[in-house]
């Protein structure tokens, strides 16, 4: 019996990660943006894993605090909007 609600919690803990991953944490639209680092300017694009619990903040002030890959330096970066 403690079998089958330990796998009903896991079960529901796992539906509801899902649905938290999916609204919040990996926003492909944050992470698919290229970021301007205001110590070097270089142009960088981020992976997935490096905007884990940004996402926010590029939402918010359109900019977060990465690492640049150039200068390794970590401050906010903000959004670079490419004229078209």
Not at 8 to 18: E, T, V
Not at 44 to 60: C, D
């Amino acid at each position: 019996m403690k079998f089958y609600i330990i796998a009903i919690i896991i079960g529901l803990a796992l539906a509801f990660l899902k649905i938290y991953i999916n609204t919040t944490l990996f926003r492909r639209d944050a992470y698919e943006r290229t970021f301007a680092c205001p110590n070097c300017g270089a142009r960088f694009n981020v992976k997935w894993y490096q905007m884990i619990y940004k996402s926010n903040s590029v939402y918010t002030y359109n900019a977060a605090r990465l690492k640049c890959p150039a200068c390794h330096i970590k401050d906010m970066c903000s959004i670079v909007y490419d004229e078209q």
